[in-house]
């Protein structure tokens, strides 16, 4: 049976990483294959990067290899699929191949060690942290993504039917059936965001789900409401959100680590959730609950204000410098504030200033097509990334295209401020959900705003195309080059053993 192109990428990118006993785990997020190296000493990076497919490589705690969205899930199945393992499960090692290589490894691994203290000396606490509440919301983001979409559909018939553009009791129940899925997700976001969180801060993920839920206030009797110790007032189903269960879900990950300390094995099963539950529980109702409340209305409340007062200046400021954020896999860290804002006024006016950033990409892109027609690798990959982009997924455009050229990358920054100056000097333009973006957000756009939105992506498109045509196409991107001819692997440089699939 002939090699799939999955198969062939799982089995390239494992030769370029020093084979499969080089990684210690894979998972992937939409767009990247994240793996865990143990000897970064062995990686061949310029071998990565050549691998047909490859639309880039991001270096940090893990070694990602940009693929783009769709293929990433099948790539990356395909590799722990070799190892006979699951995603995000270890991949063990062979017994011969550690025998015979074990002070080489070991030499290789305290130079790896060296290495890596080397690179983290400006990893500091503030950046850890970000990349942390990041790595919570990114095994969601299929699910936004999903949810999102089906209510937005959700929310256009609704639109129609009030308008008398649709009738009938069919349809009213179909409205029905895609709002209780989108609410799937959105009803119970804090228990899934609460057992990510257990996951990343290394506490037990059952108890992380618990103590998000505990947010719901589901077990208080509305006849008689827990107080605001802060206020005065009654504590309120849901106050303090998504920062509140981040924050609470961290403080359970001490606490069971200290108890683990000295609780005997024979009763920690027992002790350990028991005591963890009750106290951060009490101190998620009484305490991290009314803070997480104030600050998330005031951060909410910040940006609202700096957005009607800004305006259009606000917007450009915000749209150009996403991109930066997307490249550097921090936009992650905006979801609660999305989330917060949704929660609160019913849409977030922050994320379609911030889809100007891919606009603005697309531009660029298109930019770059047409002056540079005879460069055939290079058109070959922007008609690849184009159509993800243009729905909103900037990563290959960003990877393959416009960041290994240095200049379109700064003018695709230039057009997205341009399409969020528009956007912000409209005003009002808020997404109902997260998760789209490009013109897949146009049906999650609130109070019929959808024009702004759609002009500001115009704009952005045209201030990326304009600034990119005219500053931002070097001359090596002009030169001719043909595409590389498709020949097969030679099977004599393929360790059978390595890419041999378990079943």
């Not at 989108?182 to 990343?200: D, E, H, P, R, W």
Request: hydrophobic share 50%; aromatic share 6%; glycine share 12%.
């Amino acid at each position: 049976m002939a090699e799939t192109k999955e198969q062939r990428l799982a089995r390239e990118i494992y030769a370029q990483v020093g084979g499969m006993g080089n990684v210690n785990k894979v998972i992937h997020c939409m767009t990247r294959v994240r793996m865990d190296i143990k000897d970064n000493a062995s990686v061949n990076l310029d071998g990565l990067k050549k691998i047909d497919g490859v639309l880039g490589i991001v270096e940090d705690d893990t070694l990602q290899v940009v693929l783009g969205p769709g293929i990433v899930n099948k790539v990356a199945n395909e590799m722990v699929g070799m190892a006979g393992v699951r995603l995000g499960e270890i991949i063990p090692m062979k017994p011969s191949t550690s025998a015979a290589l074990s002070g080489r490894e070991e030499a290789e691994r305290k130079a790896a060690i060296t290495k890596a203290n080397q690179k983290n000396k400006n990893n500091t606490p503030f950046k850890r942290a970000l990349k942390s509440i990041a790595n919570i919301f990114v095994p969601l983001i299929p699910a936004f993504v999903g949810a999102g979409i089906i209510g937005g559909i959700a929310s256009v018939m609704q639109n129609m039917l009030t308008a008398g553009s649709l009738s009938g009791e069919s349809w009213v129940t179909l409205v029905v059936v895609l709002n209780i899925i989108k609410s799937g997700l959105f009803a119970y976001l804090n228990i899934y965001v609460g057992i990510n969180a257990a996951k990343v801060f290394g506490a037990t993920e059952g108890l992380g789900g618990v103590v998000a839920g505990i947010i719901y206030l589901t077990g208080m009797n509305p006849e008689l409401p827990l107080p605001n110790v802060f206020t005065g007032g009654n504590l309120v189903a849901g106050q303090g959100g998504i920062i509140g269960v981040i924050f609470a879900v961290f403080l359970l990950s001490i606490v069971e680590k200290w108890l683990r300390k000295f609780i005997p094995d024979s009763i920690d099963v027992i002790v350990t959730p028991t005591i963890s539950l009750l106290l951060i529980g009490i101190l998620t109702i009484f305490l991290i609950m009314p803070i997480a409340g104030v600050i998330s209305s005031s951060l909410v409340g910040a940006i609202t204000w700096v957005l009607n007062v800004g305006g259009a200046f606000a917007g450009f400021v915000l749209g150009a410098t996403f991109l930066p954020m997307v490249m550097f896999g921090l936009h992650q860290i905006l979801t609660p504030i999305h989330i917060e804002m949704i929660s609160t006024q019913g849409m977030t006016l922050l994320l379609p200033i911030l889809a100007m950033a891919g606009a603005g990409q697309v531009g660029a892109a298109l930019a770059l097509w047409v002056k540079c027609r005879k460069n055939k690798q290079l058109t070959n990959m922007i008609k690849g990334a184009l159509p993800v982009g243009i729905l909103g997924i900037g990563e290959p455009l960003i990877y393959a295209v416009t960041l290994p050229l240095g200049r379109p990358f700064i003018t695709a920054c230039i057009g997205g401020g341009i399409g969020g100056a528009v956007i912000g000097a409209i005003g009002g333009v808020g997404a109902t959900a997260i998760g789209p973006s490009g013109v897949a957000l146009l049906p999650l756009i609130s109070n019929k705003l959808w024009w702004g939105y759609a002009l500001g992506l115009v704009a952005a498109y045209a201030g990326g195309f304009v600034a990119t045509f005219l500053f931002g196409v070097p001359e090596e991107a002009m030169e001719p080059s043909e595409l590389p001819s498709s020949e097969p692997a030679n099977p004599e440089m393929v360790d059978l053993e390595e890419s041999s699939v378990v079943r």
